[in-house]
């Protein structure tokens, strides 16, 4: 079971940290991705981290490089999802989802067997 948190409204410009909480497994053996949903839009792959196998790959959509940071802390079975320079463009729900699997995907969603159930980024003045 994923359980995301963190979701709320910013202000272009500002900042936000969401977290996935895993239960029921090793978040290490997983492959980890955030994907977002905008209204009227497709679910889109915006960062993933490849299992411990893999040493944690990242890897990061165009649209997020260089503004979002995914990160694991193993200890308490927790993904984050830092994101910076937040536009109102990136105003979706975000998920997170994981695969009994080593290496990560943003292509597509269907690669992914398990779901949180979504945490609200709103970005608005």
């Known amino acids: 079971q994923l359980v995301e948190s963190g979701g709320t409204t910013v202000q272009p410009g500002g900042s936000l940290r969401l977290s996935c909480t895993a239960s029921g497994g090793i978040l290490d053996d997983y492959a980890i991705g955030w994907f977002r949903q905008a209204p009227g839009k497709q679910r889109e792959g915006i960062a993933c981290?490849?299992?411990?196998?893999?040493?944690?790959?990242?890897q990061y959509a165009a649209s997020t490089k260089g503004r979002f940071i995914i990160s694991r802390d193993s200890a308490k079975d927790t993904e984050y999802l830092e994101m910076t320079s937040l536009q109102p463009e990136d105003t979706a729900i975000y998920y997170c989802?994981?695969?009994?699997?080593?290496?990560?995907?943003?292509?597509?969603?269907?690669?992914?067997?398990?779901w949180g159930q979504g945490t609200q980024v709103t970005v608005s003045s």
């Open positions: 989802a994981a695969e009994a699997t080593d290496y990560c995907s943003l292509a597509r969603a269907a690669d992914y067997s398990y």
């Open positions: 981290m490849s299992s411990k196998r893999e040493d944690f790959k990242t």
